[in-house]
């Protein structure tokens, strides 16, 4: 992790994937007695990690005259 302080009052926070994924799993794991902020960044770290490993990529032609075509919508 690495913490930068940008001017007063704001702070950047830099994370490796899997360490943010750990972080949000111990502040989930003592979320009864987190504060607000924390469970925010907690959501944040985890929506990260699913961004991160979402290796979706949309097929060639899926919307053109090149789309491949389902059996039962062949004229």
Known sequence: ???ERIDDG??????EVEEG??????IN???????NGCLELSSLLE???????????QPHH?????APRA???KA
């Open 62 to 66: 899926a919307f053109d005259e090149h």
């Open 71 to 73: 059996p039962s919508t």
């Open 10 to 15: 704001h702070v950047r926070m830099t994370f």
């Open 21 to 26: 994924n750990r972080l949000a799993r111990l």
């Open 29 to 35: 794991a003592h979320a009864r007695d987190m504060p």
């Open 47 to 57: 929506e990260a990690w699913y961004g991160a490993r979402n290796h979706f990529r």
């Open 1 to 3: 992790m690495k913490v």
